[in-house]
């Protein structure tokens, strides 16, 4: 169907998944779909960028995500969700909005793994800031007309440029004292260490990239992971608390894999079906978190 001076196509039903998945740039191109999100992303950044360049920033964006990594990610994230616990609640009852609830633990955790201890402990406050406008910037109209000057547009750009400052200083004492940082385990720190190899642009080939293209990278792996997971963790808590047949399978299977007292792993996390929320169950009552939306 036509709208707005472009063609919509819309795919319904199980049966077609596969073919979309499967399907080549030549076939279902991304760029021309996600076009709309280079304000947010940044120039040659993933789906503005030329097809082998956006090869190898997805790899690296998975080197990122590799299970030694996610190993180190875990004690993070527990940190993280305790003391969002705590500060919630305490060890009292309360009530939240479970989806801004999630989110906002999501942004938390988000930023400890992919950004560092030194931006979540430093410059959290004005990352989210910034995030937020960047995220409002994305409306139904963006999709069609995304270089509009509306409100939400301005502050969206604005936001941008002021990202690329904030992590700038941070980029320039990582690339000052490299031996400090190399072993850090963050993502950021995978973008300023990497090269592009046999990308056919010698401007492009063994070069890393620029501040713009590391927060632009980062941008894009936040809202790749943030809505998605703050959903998916908003359901399952939701069908945890009214379904008590599956809130008391969670308690045992986490009292199963992970007896009081012990430190919470990635090991841990795997050996349980309902892992994601070994941590929430192990901390959460049912009658200390209404779910309101």
Not at 141 to 153: A, D, I, Y
């Amino acid at each position: 169907m036509g709208m707005m001076g472009q063609n919509l196509t819309f795919l319904v039903g199980p049966d077609v998944s596969a073919a979309f998945f499967a399907a080549k740039d030549e076939e279902l191109s991304q760029p021309e779909v996600y076009g709309f999100m280079k304000p947010v992303f940044g120039h040659n950044v993933v789906y503005d960028a030329p097809p082998k360049v956006r090869k190898q920033q997805m790899s690296n964006m998975t080197q990122g995500l590799a299970t030694s990594r996610m190993k180190a990610y875990v004690p993070k994230i527990v940190a993280e969700t305790e003391a969002f616990l705590k500060a919630q609640w305490g060890d009292g009852e309360g009530e939240c909005d479970i989806l801004q609830a999630l989110s906002d633990l999501t942004i938390l955790t988000a930023s400890r793994c992919l950004h560092g201890d030194d931006v979540r402990e430093n410059l959290f406050a004005e990352v989210s800031h910034l995030y937020h406008d960047l995220d409002k910037g994305i409306t139904p109209l963006s999709f069609f007309f995304p270089n509009l000057p509306t409100s939400n547009h301005r502050k969206r750009d604005t936001a941008r440029v002021k990202m690329v400052e904030l992590f700038g200083d941070v980029i320039k004492a990582r690339r000052a004292n490299p031996e400090k940082y190399k072993d850090n385990t963050d993502i950021l720190q995978v973008f300023i260490e990497m090269v592009y190899k046999k990308t056919g642009d010698p401007e492009v080939d063994g070069k890393g990239n620029t501040d713009d293209q590391i927060v632009g990278l980062l941008i894009a792996l936040l809202f790749a992971g943030q809505h998605t997971s703050s959903i998916t963790s908003t359901w399952t808590a939701l069908f945890l608390a009214h379904d008590p047949a599956l809130y008391k399978r969670a308690q045992k299977e986490v009292a199963a894999c992970h007896p009081a007292g012990e430190t919470l792993t990635y090991v841990v996390l795997r050996s349980s079906p309902l892992s994601l929320f070994c941590l929430l169950v192990d901390h959460m009552r049912p009658q200390a978190c209404n779910t309101s939306f």
